[in-house]
């Protein structure tokens, strides 16, 4: 076995197979689902959520109705309604919780994998976040803007009920940070864009490819944090993920559509998260003055992570990630489904 480095985070993964031979190492989904009645984000309840910021409606039943909405979150981690003041307090510095956090609620239907949507729902979900993400990047405060979905209470859900979340950040947070930045180092020494020499290699070299279409590729990455991480990206080159065309959005679909399948029937319905990383906004910063030439060296992509790892100290403690499974393991599984 081996120790793998990740170029795009610059970091080391240790794999362990032997590990993956240790029942105790895996953790199953054992869902438990809320009662719809109890649901604030089912149709009839939308008393409790109070109005959209955004919502995809149809005629439904013979009367107008949602599909699709977007709620400011109940608990929201940050507000547009603060100020974002910086302030010094001796070593430290502190702000108000400036930025936006919402909810997507995506499906009408309260218990739905992804594995389950239809062209429509992803469809109207790409829509929404393209909706939410150009709207917040109007306001200069705020500088990152990104989808996050935990499915499943095992990856951090708090409600059965399909949803996501949009949360808008006024700096960079630190894993961007650093992907950017070893992103445009790559692009300054080579004069190529990081990601488009990875999936071109990938592509090539084709053992880590779970599906692939014109516009877009699936891979497991080489040197994966966690055991059946996936890895969607466009091959052109694109930086940010509201600029997809139509056809692009289409090809999109096909992927998704593919790989939730896969990953539902090859793990048995895990829980997992989604993380968008695609280009920033609003940068001004002496810091962050590279960023002029973002479209050139970011790449967006989109990471789906099944939470089947158990987290320890090692984790915790140095980020170095143990990995009992290697990515062409993963690939061949998903590939016999
Ligand atoms: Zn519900
Ligand atoms: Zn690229």
Known sequence: MQMRFDPVRKRWIVFASERSNRTDYFMINKEQHDDPKDCPFC????????GSLYEDVSII??????????????????????????????????MDRLG???????????????????????NRLINAITHRIDDLSKDTRLKYITYIKNSSKLAGATMTHPHSQIVAFPFLPNDERHIFNNMFEHYKNNNRCLLCDIIDFEIREGKRIIFKNDAFVAFSPYASKHSFEITVSPINHRSEFNKMTNYEKNSLIEVLKNIFFKLDFALDKPAFNINLVTSPYNLNHPDTDHFRFKDSFIHWYVEILPRVNRIGGIEKGTGVYVNPFLPEKCTEIFNNV
């Open 61 to 94: 039943d013979g009367k107008k109705g949602w599909n699709l909405r977007v709620i400011p979150n109940k608990y929201p981690i940050l507000r547009v309604e603060e100020k974002g003041i910086l302030r010094q307090y001796g070593p430290y510095a502190y």
């Open 43 to 50: 149709p009839g309840n939308e008393i409790y959520t109070g």
């Open 100 to 122: 936006a956090h919402e909810v997507i609620i995506e499906t009408r239907e309260h218990i739905l994998r992804m594995s389950d949507y239809d062209n429509d729902k992803f």
